[in-house]
């Protein structure tokens, strides 16, 4: 089984930065994908940035110029520094990985979620 932990949620002015992490733990034998998702109140649960095992990086149009995301590979960590917060960032944000545990069974997890609230 694996696990996912997120960290570094928040409140924040406009304008301002925050860096979540998320580490992921169990019998992973590789991770192929490390994503961050968010959900706000009464919308559907939204890409924000993923990165794969190559370093190959994919932005939603509403965060390209803001957000980073980066991965350590030695750690299974994942994170995503936002830069220029706006309001219509708040929501709960998520953690999504993807790969394989064992010899060969593929495994697709979620975090538990992070809180970001972007508010003067």
Wanted: contains cysteine; hydrophobic residues 30%; charged residues 15%.
């Amino acid at each position: 089984q694996v696990q996912l932990v997120e960290s570094g949620g928040g409140l924040v002015q406009p304008g301002g930065s925050l860096r979540l992490s998320c580490a992921a733990s169990g019998s992973i034998s590789s991770i192929s994908y490390m994503g961050w998702y968010r959900q706000a109140p009464g919308n559907q649960r939204e890409l924000v940035a993923g990165i794969t095992s190559g370093g190959t990086t994919n932005y939603a149009d509403s965060v390209k110029g803001r957000f980073i995301i980066s991965r350590d590979n030695t750690k299974s960590t994942v994170y995503l520094q936002m830069n220029s917060l706006k309001p219509e960032d708040t929501a709960a944000y998520y953690c999504n990985a993807r790969g394989i545990i064992g010899t060969k069974n593929t495994f697709g997890s979620w975090g538990q979620g992070t809180q970001v609230t972007v508010s003067s």
